[in-house]
Each structure stands twice: as structure tokens, then as C-alpha cells.
């Protein structure tokens, strides 16, 4: 089985800050890490691999201090890692980030002969959009199952698997290959072994660019976004409100006056 993990490096704090300016994060003073569902990402790719065999690819879009990103996934058991750096990728969106990392995906898929899962994150806890995943999915015309709970079995070239709800789980049955997004319930990631360390330290990162992947240079990163952040803004504070204090059916009543004195 071969399993391509898509990471992405954030900043280690969901206070994400924004250049007024260039309308982009600063990233400057900020400590990265692998996002958080990444993780799980990543955690999971390794135990399918190790119930069926087969290899697991560490992937991400990013500048070129990312590939600490990568080698700490190496750590947790990745065999290859995989940078994908160019400064045309730059200020893409979720369309143009999903374009460039399909098209390494599609480049991974002609070297290798084959994949059989894609797996990412739910969502990057810095840009939270949670399109990027159904987005490469699109791309590659995959069937796709998004916040996936556990992955209950694969067979005969299909998987089924938990989708979480809110209101419990839903079971699908779906071909390989395909693309998942996962939750964090479905494992604990594991801590890096020290020979895992040891390999990650000494592990060879691969390094493709737009031209690499074949990817024409005006349909990633801002040239190629099809959105564009116009302006970021704080929500303004919310007003005190009124608390209404009192029996029951005196609050209601009070409550009901306050409501049709707002809609005359
Ligand atoms: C309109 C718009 C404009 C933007 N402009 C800018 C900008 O100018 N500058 C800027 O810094 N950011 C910008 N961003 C943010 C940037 O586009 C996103 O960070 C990026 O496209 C990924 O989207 P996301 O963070 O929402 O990831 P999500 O879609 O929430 O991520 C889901 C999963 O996809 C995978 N994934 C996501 N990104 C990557 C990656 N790079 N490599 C590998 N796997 C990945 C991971 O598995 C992740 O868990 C913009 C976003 C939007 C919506």
C-alpha cells in the first residue's frame, strides 16, 4: 500500500497575526510545528503501513525551512519526504495550493507506478479553510471522504471508513485510490523513536519546483489564486446586551416585549 501524507508547517499558536499591509500571516518570531491534524495524519499513514506493508510519503508545499516539517514526520516513521519549494508558490490560495500539491502528487504517482491513499489533516489551524484536501481530490478526480474517524478495513481495493457527524459517525465504503481528511479521533500519534530520529537526521529531502512538477508558474501561488484577500478585519466587540433577571415567566415576557421592540 502506498500512502501519500500531505503536511503543512504552521506557526505554533492559533493567534495567527496578519501583515495589515500584504494581507499575509507573519510568520517571522513564530515557532513552527506540523499542524496538529497533520499529525494524526501522519500517525495513521504509518499504522497502515505497518498492517499492510507498502510505503509512506510525506509531502508539503512550503518555504524551505519546512523541511524540518518533513523530517520530523520521517522521525514518526515516513520513508520519504518530499519539499515542494518555489518562490512562484508564494500567497496561493486554497485553489493554487490544491493545484501545485496534485500536480507532485500526479509526478509521485508516475515514478512510484501507483497510490493507493492520500491522507490529510481536516483542516491547517493557521488558514483553517479545510478546502485543500477536497481540493487535491478534486484536481486528481478522487473520490474523497472527509473527517475521517478510524479507517475500519481494506480489502479487494476498497476501504471503508468512520465519517464523524454531528451527530455520531457515518460508515462509507469507497474505491482506492482516494483521498481522506482525518480527525484527531482517530489515533494518538506517536512519539519519534530514537532510531527514527536518528534517520530522519540523516534522511535525504527531495526537493521539486514548479518546473519539477510540471506545474505552469501562473496557475500557483498569487498569480494563479482565483481569490484575493480584499481586507482583515478584527470583528468589531460585541456590545454589553441586557441581562434579564426574574422568575421564568417573567423573563420570557420581558424577553418577548424586547424582541418586537427591536423588529418595529
Ligand atoms: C483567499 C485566501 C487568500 C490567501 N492568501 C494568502 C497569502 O497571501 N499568504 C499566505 O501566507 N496565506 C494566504 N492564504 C492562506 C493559504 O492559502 C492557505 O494557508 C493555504 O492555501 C492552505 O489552506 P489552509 O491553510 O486553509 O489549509 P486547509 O485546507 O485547512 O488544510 C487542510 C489540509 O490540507 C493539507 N495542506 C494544506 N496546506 C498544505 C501545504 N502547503 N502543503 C501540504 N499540505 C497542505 C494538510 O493536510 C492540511 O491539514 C490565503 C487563503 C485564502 C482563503
Known amino acids: 500500500m502506498n500512502i501519500i501524507v500531505c503536511i503543512k508547517q504552521v506557526p505554533e499558536t492559533t493567534d495567527v497575526r496578519i501583515n495589515p499591509e500584504t494581507n499575509t500571516l507573519i510568520r517571522d518570531g513564530v515557532k513552527s510545528i506540523i499542524n496538529p491534524f497533520d499529525m494524526y495524519a501522519i500517525e495513521e499513514a504509518v499504522r497502515l503501513k505497518e498492517r499492510f506493508g507498502g510505503t509512506v510519503t510525506v509531502i508539503t508545499m512550503g518555504p524551505p525551512q519546512a523541511e524540518s516539517a518533513l523530517r520530523e514526520a520521517i522521525s514518526m516513521g515516513a520513508d520519504e519526504a518530499i519539499l515542494i519549494s518555489d518562490k512562484a508558490f508564494a500567497g496561493g490560495d486554497t485553489w493554487a495550493t490544491a493545484n501545485t500539491l496534485s500536480h507532485a502528487i500526479q509526478k509521485i504517482a508516475k515514478e512510484k507506478g501507483s497510490f493507493d491513499i492520500i491522507l490529510c489533516g481536516k483542516q491547517a489551524s493557521d488558514g483553517d479553510t479545510a478546502q485543500v484536501g477536497p481540493g487535491i481530490a478534486a484536481f486528481l478526480d478522487l473520490p474523497q471522504v472527509t473527517y475521517v474517524k478510524k479507517i475500519e478495513e481494506i480489502k479487494n481495493q476498497k476501504a471503508r471508513v468512520e465519517r464523524m ?66 481586507k482583515i478585519f478584527h470583528p468589531p466587540q460585541r456590545s454589553g446586551g441586557q441581562k434579564l433577571v426574574g422568575e421564568p415567566a417573567e423573563v420570557v415576557d420581558k424577553l418577548v416585549e424586547l424582541l418586537k421592540s427591536d423588529i418595529v
Open 165 to 230: 457527524t454531528e451527530e455520531g459517525f457515518d460508515i462509507l465504503e469507497t474505491p482506492l485510490p482516494c483521498l481522506f481528511t482525518v480527525v484527531k479521533e482517530i489515533n494518538e500519534p506517536r512519539l519519534p523513536s530514537l532510531k527514527g530520529m536518528m534517520r530522519a537526521k540523516s534522511a535525504k529531502i527531495i526537493t521539486w519546483t514548479a518546473k519539477d512538477i510540471g506545474v505552469d508558474a501562473q496557475q500557483v501561488g498569487l498569480a494563479g489564486s482565483r481569490t484575493t484577500v480584499v
